[in-house]
Nanobody, 123 residues
C-alpha cells in the first residue's frame, strides 16, 4: 500500500524558510514521480514542484522557481521541498503526491496523496 506522510509545515515570517518532508512507503521514490501540490483557501489545488528520479528531472511552477527546491533522497525514500524567501501568497496546505509515470502538475492525475501540512507565511 502506497503511503505518504508530510511533515515540516509551520508559521514563518515573510522572507523566511521552511523545509517540508514527504516520507514514502509502499513504493520506492526512484520508481515513482513525486510532486508537491498546495491548496489555499478558496483556491484549486495547484502543482508546485515535481521530481522524477529515474529521469533525473525536476519541474517547478513559475511562481516558485528560484525560491523552492525539490529533492529526492532515495536511500531514505523521502522527498523534500526546501522553501526560501517565503511570501504570504505561499500560505496553503501542502501535499505530496505520487504516480508511476511522468511528472504532471494536474492533481487528478495523481492517485496517491498524503494528508497535507499547513504552511502559513505572515506579513
Amino acid at each position: 500500500e502506497v503511503q505518504l506522510v508530510e511533515s515540516g509545515g509551520g508559521l514563518v515570517r515573510t522572507g523566511g524558510s521552511l523545509t517540508l518532508s514527504c516520507a514514502a512507503s509502499g513504493f520506492t521514490t526512484d520508481d515513482y514521480v513525486v510532486a508537491w501540490f498546495r491548496q489555499a483557501p478558496g483556491k484549486e489545488r495547484e502543482g508546485v514542484a515535481c521530481v522524477d528520479s529515474s529521469q533525473n528531472k525536476v519541474y517547478y511552477q513559475d511562481d516558485v522557481k528560484g525560491r523552492f527546491t525539490i529533492g529526492s533522497d532515495n536511500a531514505r525514500n523521502t522527498v523534500t521541498l526546501q522553501m526560501n524567501s517565503l511570501e504570504p501568497e505561499d500560505t496553503a496546505v501542502y501535499y505530496c503526491a505520487a504516480r508511476r509515470t511522468y511528472c504532471n502538475s494536474v492533481a487528478p492525475f495523481f492517485g496517491s496523496w498524503g494528508q497535507g501540512t499547513q504552511v502559513t507565511v505572515s506579513s
